[in-house]
């Protein structure tokens, strides 16, 4: 006992699994209370049992066990999770329960079964019967038959799929066991129920006793309809209409049309196995068929018809045989052959069904022909023959080859043509007749009607007759119009005793009320294609009952519904009752017009027509007038009124105002009366006579309108125009086709004969009246709208200057709409006459393709041409394509008929030269456009062939392939191509090209479509082979693909098609379709009908996938017009059925949009971090993957979930792309608005934006890309940086894209590229790049490369991740690269990196292969040939890559921003003195003319700066970088946050706002005037001076010219400058930081200022003028004295050379000068002599003597000689040892000069030294000698010492460069070893920097005089000019100044706009710093950088200093 109490304990589900039985006994019985209780079905309790109930029904115990069944059927019925326990529960009934002997037991596993099938598990629980079948214990079989027989009984044949039970039952009858037996024939007579004779093919070859039971056994059944009796749970209103049926008392006919949904016709044919014949014909069959005795070809024939009467035949090629067949009909003498291959060829058709369907084109003309037999029963056989293959096609494929008989002059040919149409008819429906197919087909029976031979006449009525019954009355009376009423009887009475195949569904709304189809021959005639029609038709009818009774039987028709009115056909089109009856109204003789019209008209009237005074006719005129506008429109006669209108003088009336209201009062009669055709005779005449006529034109125009309104256009028009060209008037001819031409406009096209019209027209262009041309051509203009592109084939054999002009008017019209017709549709009533207009205007575009003349080929395409495709010969093969081509390209359009073309073809389809296959299918794809849609009846034997095609392995091939089957299915349409069993034969295909080719044309093609045959239900277990398809690409076209097959074939069909599959794939394969049911598109949405007509109805808008969106155009507006680009590009055929636009006014639609209004993304709190938190807590799945798996994409979801608006994400989510573009219109719309939250959800959108990645569609792609390239501007305007986070999931996703095949898609992801380095830093994305040049898309390896190359360029050495030398070498790898643009670029790449870094870049890149290494140095080589190709190239390139803001984000931007880098550049160049031209990266760019023509808008916005890592400062600085005193030590410590703010207030003195810029000088005057706060504003003194300089630019270009501006606002401005500037240099540690280049600037500008006449003019201009004066005097006293003196030097050179400066200007530079020379005693020891000189040196250079003595003025010439005098005089001899700076001293007279001052004032004094009398050259000499050990000895004595040891080295190694002889040995010998190997180690090391590094380092020497010889920046200069391609020719050859060499490289000028650069820099970051970034990591950037810029003048004593801060930065980083 006591064990029991311990399992007592237990809980529930662990009592069930205990070893004790009676514990699980109690544990089954608590399980099931339990089970009973649970209410809620998705109960987490359920899902502790699911493993369990196996085991519930398994029990070894019996009593447990039936416990237990009873607890696993309440889990079963009540559990939302049973449906996983189904395979091995039911597995476990079957094997576990079935064999037991309580029938209790048995019962239960019964009904478990049954409870599983209602939870929508039947398949699985039929496939473990099936499988119980093959059990050896006979109770198991017994029971399994039973349940299968009581499941079909309860659910329905439509549940429970009898094609695998009917496949097992003759087995079943074969069992020993008769129980088996008895049960297997109890499950027969249930199927026998359901199918009725279906059954008995498959049963017919079992025990002939057992059949004979069977037969006995299905009499007794009962006749009625069975019914489905229990219910799926998805089938629950079914299964409560049923229960309410019940309740009424089982009403047996109550369901009508559901009763027929509920029983599915099942086809014998599907239920037969197939058999294989090919393979079973005789060996000599072939010859023997073409033997010339008849009884052998007999024997052959026979052997055939054994064959074909298997009923279901395996699929093959039956080419040959059919070709055989096909030749006896046509050709054999002997007619019982010719019977005998009619029944094989029937056999064929009725065994192969659709898949005859190639064949069928071929047979039929045969057979027809071969009508003229007159044996009956060759008759018969033919006729037969003919039936069958009608079955395996449609009427429409064959209709050009019967139409072709209908002509034929044998009288038994045309009688069975006509009876076989009438056959024919009986299989359609209103569906697959349409008007198109009608309208010939009537045509052509119309002249059989009026035969001479009887049999023909009724033959022909027996055809009509049935056309009547199917097609219904309103499709067929307009073209019975002109049929008699005798004959038109006769048809009706056929009709009647027609009986349709389908039964009369849609006929009038007699039938219609009775609502029963007549069931007619259904089950034993139709295939599965009929099969499928009668369930459409039923199901269609259902809910269109009441609908058609309204709108007199509209048929059901697929998206386009017939109608009356053939084109030009009779008028009756949909007009009201009356008018019907009158258009056939006779004409009246003119004694009854009288009559009638005295009885409406006053008699006065009628007496004065004929009067002969005008007046008296005027008056009758408005007395006429009046009497018609009171008539009622039923009792005016309209016929007599026109007629008395044209009574004498009629139309020929002289006076003018007569004729005019004449003509009014026709227009009115044919508004107001019920006006004919008759009536309008009578008056056309008269107004086309008038219509040429000045005064009366418009109102004959009128009138023509009106007629037109009440006889419709298309017959008025016809009438008009052939009546104006009978008549010679030039002018009524022009005039005419200008009322045309508008009347179209206004009416619209439907129904007008193109044809009529073209010859017209073709006669008019011909007209030598220039008028009638013109008018014609403005006709042209007005069809084109209407009928596009095809109208110009009717004019390509014009004269060229006419075609031309039509060209210029089709130009015109292009990308124009056709306009909305407003008249023509007032009186239709809204049904029919819309319908009608719909039908007609589907037909425009197929009328005109009709109309085309074509050409016969066939008797071109000869035996011999067919030969010689075929030839084994390659060469004679392609003349024969050839050949084929040039018959195409003559013909242009042609006929069906081209013989054996297609078989030959087809073979050249699979030739093993690829370049014939190519050909082949150009021509198949000439062949498409030249036989437009009759190409249909080549789909089976060509189109499909193609497609194998699509599974070559050259990738030219197919693409060549998917061009032609798309040019195919543009003419035919889908349908052709997804019947029958042929797609899913080459989807079956395991050729993964195949695969992946045909499933991506059947995603882009399936969502177009409306409908779909059912055959591509056979694709669907291939298509979930391809889900599980070795190859990725097969498996992700399969995946996109699902939801277009779900789309047509819905959820359920496809979940059941999963049946097959095994479990585990199975699985898979579920939760794909689960995932694309969610995502899956909606199908098209048929036209709306309106009878508002919205938008026009005949506007040929192209069918758009998805137009059932009203608002999927991106506007959520209601009203949708179709936009004729749109519409194209939904990539349909012209073909397409034209669909209108309908206004869509649906509720949901406009709750949507209320829905919209609010912010599309959430900004929730901590949002971003906490996902970040959670990806890196591995809490979610990390972004990365190879493609984007499900859980991916879910995950995405839910993220979003919180974050953005639910409808947004809707169409995110969508399966359908147009939803995603939509989306993207909708996040690019609200970009700019929600800035914030955009950013918020920054790191999903991005990675939703990968998953477009992944997408095919480019559409979707491109506005992606769009998207993103306003977002990065965004995000670099609002100054964020992406995160690692962001960045990682996005970038490597980004660079995928780099490798697109499309180029406008890769240069989009490269200017993205480019824009991110603005937000994420380059350094950074370097590895996400180099990972990128791994790819196997050769495409991606090359673009990264170049983007690699990119980057180097613009941001030097240090963005190379890890190092440069591990970057290089991965680079170096792909040199070797098989693909030659990879190569290619990977060598630019290094050439580029190479003109940054100079030859170390071969030490970076390590050993390479001999090959890679001479390419590489070969590519060197070239690049420095070409001439200046640096500078040059980066020039051109930069802007390039600058283009962060391309076109379409022009509306993104805050202020006009063009690309300023070109304009820079042009500036630069200019310039008077540029530096070696180097472009600087776009960041650092500013354009000064820019600047100064924007006024009024605030400037401080600038492009966010990359963050800078500061290893950038061991990189030598690309600008020369002018001398500036060093920053103070505290520098660092003290501002570094008031240096950022410093910069940004100086960022705003140069803005165009002058309240912003005096503001900001405000701010920095008050910090200079406190004197503890003056220091900050070190380091920034260049920055503020430039800023200062350009806001005088500014002024003096812009704001002076400004009228509207008030001067004293200037005036204002000006003071502040000076004011602020005052106080700077009063302050000398500050004033001495500015530097040359500055200066010169600023001089030129205060002086320019100084100069400004208008500014005299202003009231305080005087003051100002005087401020300025005492300004120059405080800078010129308070500067860096070298700095100014070269600064004046400089300027004065250039205002000498510039022609346009003034001469005042000079004279006030050499005053300054004078200025100077008057400072010098004082100040010549703080000045660097050796610059100064210099400085002269290049000015005498430029201005020798002889040339200064030109000048007006000999005012410069003194200058300089007072200059170099004073210098003399404060120097002495020593002044020569200050030319060190000088390289060519011969170049200008300064040293001979110098040396003649030194002469004369020694000799004055008389302390002339000797050496100094034997020439001034040899004091020189003297003096470096004897300095040359003092030179050397401090040298090494800096060396020796601790803190000046490099810049000893330094000297040590300039000094060598200078005297390559001198000698330094003696110094060395007294040395230790140590020290001798130091200095020779320093030495090298400095040379390898200098020669390896082609920048200029930023420091130029130092302040204390101690100076670096220039020869060094002379060496590095010449480096750098052969690198750029420059010669180093002598410079005398060069033009001074212009030319990069004619200044050394010394930035003793460097102009200010370089200096901008370099300081823009660090206005940028301080502007980060500034606005919202966080301090610390700033004060890293902008110190460093700061100190960098502004670095003091050696190099190498800061290098250290940097260094530690380096370390110290890195560690608090840390």
Known sequence: ????????????????????????????????????????????????????????????????????????????????????????VASGVVNKVFNQPKARAKELGLDICLMYIEIEKGEAIQEELLKGLDNKNPKIIVACIETLRKALSEFGSKIISLKPIIKVLPKLFESREKAVRDEAKLLAVEIYRWIRDALRPPLQNINSVQLKELEEEWIKVSSAVPRQTRFLRSQQELKAKFEQQQAVGGDADGGGDDEEETVPQVDAYELLEAVEILSKLPKDFYEKIEAKKWQERKEALEAVELLVKNPKLESGDYADLVKVLKKVVGKDTNVMLVALAAKCLAGLATGLRKKFGQYAGHVVPTILEKFKEKKPQVVQALQEAIDAIFLTTTLQNLSEDILAVMDNKNPTIKQQTSLFIARSFRHCTPSTLPKSLLKPFCAALLKHINDSAPEVRDAGFEALGTALKVAGEKAVNPFLADVDKLKLDRIKECAEKVELVYGKKTGGAAEKREGKPVAGKTAALPGPGADKETKDAATKAGPLKKASAVKSGVPPKKGKPATAAGAGGAGAKGKKGPETKEIFESELSMEVCEEKAAAVLPASCIQQLDSGNWKERLACMEEFQKAVELMERSEMPCQALVRMLAKKP???????????????????????????????????????????????????????????????????????????????NPKNQSETLNWLSNAIKEFGFSGLNVKAFISNVKTALAATNPAVRTSAITLLGVMYLYVGPPLRMFFEDEKPALLSQIDAEFEKMQGQTAPTPTRGISRHSAGGGDDGEEEEQEEVGNDVVDLLPRTDIGDKITAELVSKIGDKNWKIRKEGLDEVTSILNEAKFIHPNIGELPAALKNRLNDSNKILVQQTLSILQQLATAMGPNIKQHVKNLGIPVITVLGDSKNNVRAAALATVNAWAEQTGMKEWLEGEDLSEELKKENPFLRQELLGWLAEKLPTLRSVPSDLLLCVPHLYSCLEDRNGDVRKKAQDALPFFMMHLGFEKMAKATGKLKPTSKDQVLAMLEKAKANMPAKPAPPAKSSSRVVGGTAPAKFQPGSAFADDLGSNNVESKPDPKKAKAGGLSSKTKGVQGKKVLSKPNLKEDDDKSGPIFIIVPNGKEQRMKEEKGLKVLKWNFTTPRDEYIEQLKTQMSTCVAKWLQDEMFHADFQHHNKALAVMIEHLESEKDGVISCLDLILKWLTLRFFDTNTSVLMKTLEYLKLLFNMLSQEEYHLTENEASSFIPYLILKVGEPKDVIRKDVRAILNRMCLIYPASKMFPFIMEGTKSKNSKQRAECLEELGCLVESYGMNVCQPTPGKALKEMATHIGDRDNTVRNAALNTIVTVYNVHGDQVFKLIGNLSEKDMSMLEERIKRSAKRPSAAPVRQAEEKPQRAQNISANAGMMRKGPAEDMSSKLNQNRNMGSHSETTHTVPREFQLDLDEIENDNGTVRCEMPALVQHKLDDIFEPVLIPEPKIRAVSPHFDDMHSNTASTINFVISQVASGDINTSIQALTQIDEVLKQEDKAEAMSGHIDQFLIATFMQLRLIYNTHMADEKLDKDEIVRLYSCIIGSMITLFQIESLAREASTGVLKDLMHGLITLMLDSRVEDLEEGEQVIRSVNLLVVKVLEKSDQTNILSALLVLLQDSLLATASSPKFSELVMKCLWRMVRLLPETINSINLDRILLDIHIFMKVFPKEKLKQCKSDFPIRTLKTLLHTLCKLKGPKILD???????????????????????????????DKDTEKGASRIEEKASKAKVNDILAEIFKKIGSKENTKEGLAELYEYKKKYSDADIEPFLKNSSQFFQSYVERG???????????????????????????????????????????LDNAKQEDRPPLTSLLSKPTLPTVASSTDMLHSKLSQLRESREQYQHLDLDCNQTHSSGIGTTLASPSSAAANIDDLKKRLERIKSSRK
């Not at 003509?663 to 006006?675: C, E, P, R, S, T």
């Not at 008759?678 to 006529?693: C, F, I, R």
């Not at 170049?1787 to 000799?1803: G, Q, T």
């Not at 090298?1884 to 010889?1909: D, H, M, Q, Y």
């Open 1883 to 1925: 030495l090298r090391l400095i040379e390898t920097e200098r020669e390896g590094k082609g920048r200029i380092a930023p420091s130029t020497g130092n302040t204390n005089g101690e100076e670096v010889g220039p020869s060094v920046y002379l060496e590095r200069l010449k480096i750098l000019r052969q690198r750029c391609g």
């Open 650 to 728: 009629g139309w020929k009336e002289t006076n003018f105002q007569v004729m005019q209201m004449k003509l009014h009062i026709v227009a009115l009669i044919a508004q107001k009366g019920n006006f004919s055709k008759t009536s309008a005779q009578v008056v056309l005449d008269g107004l086309v006579d008038k219509v040429g006529d000045v005064k009366c034109g418009s109102n004959a125009k009128e009138a023509m309108t009106a007629i037109a309104e009440a006889c419709q256009l298309p017959w008025t028009a016809e009438q008009v125009v052939a009546t104006a060209f009978s008549q010679k």
């Open 1 to 88: 006992m006591g064990d029991d109490s311990e399992w007592m304990k237990l809980p529930i589900d662990q009592k069930c699994e205990h070893k004790l039985w009676k514990a699980r006994l109690n544990g089954y019985e608590e399980a099931l209370k339990l089970f009973q209780k649970i209410d809620d079905e998705k109960s987490p309790e359920w899902s502790k049992y699911l493993g369990l109930i196996k085991k519930f029904v398994t029990d070894s115990n019996a009593v447990a066990q039936l416990k237990g069944l009873e607890a696993a059927l309440a889990y079963v019925e009540n559990a939302h999770v049973a449906g996983k326990t189904t395979g091995e």
């Open 1778 to 1808: 200050h030319l060190t700076m000088i390289d060519n001293k011969n170049e200008s007279e300064l040293e001979a000069h110098l040396c003649r001052v030194m002469k004369h004032s020694m000799d004055q004094s008389g302390k002339a």
